[in-house]
T-cell receptor, first 113, second 116 residues
Framework: AQSVTQPDIHITVSEGASLELRCNYS??????LFWYVQSPGQGLQLLLK??????LVQGIKGFEAEFKRSQSSFNLRKPSVHWSDAAEYFC???????????FGKGTTLSVSS | NAGVMQNPRHLVRRRGQEARLRCSPM?????VYWYRQLPEEGLKFMVY????????ESGMPKERFSAEFPKEGPSILRIQQVVRGDSAAYFC??????????????FGPGTRLLVL
């Protein structure tokens, strides 16, 4: 079955510390991978995406993610977290155009001062 | 360049009433997707439409829910005879015409439906 697992429901990180959010997927076809961020009461904003090529992708707001096919993972990282990064983060997987995205349940990030 | 627009942003309905949610895709986008987000859950796919066609409705509940994307105007998600379990955030996403590869879906701000 196709699925996305985000093992961490809630993570708290100190401001300025590094961050890694985990994402594992199970998908039969060649996966296209996405990370979205959702602030409270808002829609989803695309952080980054992986379609092909270099397995380390750079996104907005200083985020990056690495695709590891052997581990079926697409973890999101940021070297230094800012208080404004506090939000909910969703990993999603899809296939070619016109197919539904499958989302994980999300990881809530809190940033402490 | 306006993004995906959804209205209303908040909608309150009593049990048994109808809810109509509207979505205007980004300019140049001809694919529309509807997702539902229940409290503390990820987004779940409901339906995928192109102009005047429902392409994939595998995620739509069999009863009370319908969707359309007419030739002119926004896409509409319609929920008849709402029940409390329909309370959720409903998100619309759009993507440009497909070229055979993956296309990024861009999300609107969502409509938060509350059924009393």
């Amino acid at each position: 079955a196709q699925s996305v697992t985000q093992p961490d429901i809630h993570i708290t990180v100190s401001e300025g510390a590094s961050l890694e959010l985990r994402c594992n997927y199970s998908y039969g076809a060649t996966p296209y991978l996405f990370w979205y961020v959702q602030s409270p009461g808002q829609g989803l904003q695309l952080l980054l995406k992986y379609f092909s090529g270099d397995t380390l992708v750079q996104g907005i707001k200083g985020f990056e993610a690495e695709f590891k096919r052997s581990q079926s993972s697409f973890n999101l990282r940021k070297p230094s977290v800012h208080w404004s990064d506090a939000a909910e983060y969703f990993c999603a997987v899809g296939a070619q155009a016109g197919t539904a995205l499958i989302f994980g349940k999300g990881t809530t990030l809190s940033v402490s001062s | 360049n306006a993004g995906v627009m959804q209205n209303p942003r908040h909608l309150v309905r009593r049990r048994g009433q109808e809810a109509r949610l509207r979505c205007s895709p980004m300019k140049g986008h001809s694919h529309v997707y509807w997702y539902r987000q229940l409290p503390e859950e990820g987004l779940k796919f409901m339906v995928y439409l192109q102009k005047e066609n429902i392409i994939d409705e595998s995620g739509m509940p069999k009863e009370r829910f319908s969707a359309e994307f007419p030739k002119e105007g926004p896409s509409i998600l319609r929920i008849q005879q709402v029940v409390r379990g329909d309370s959720a955030a409903y998100f619309c996403a759009s993507s440009p015409p497909g070229t055979g590869g993956a296309e990024t879906q861009y999300f609107g701000p969502g409509t938060r439906l509350l059924v009393l």
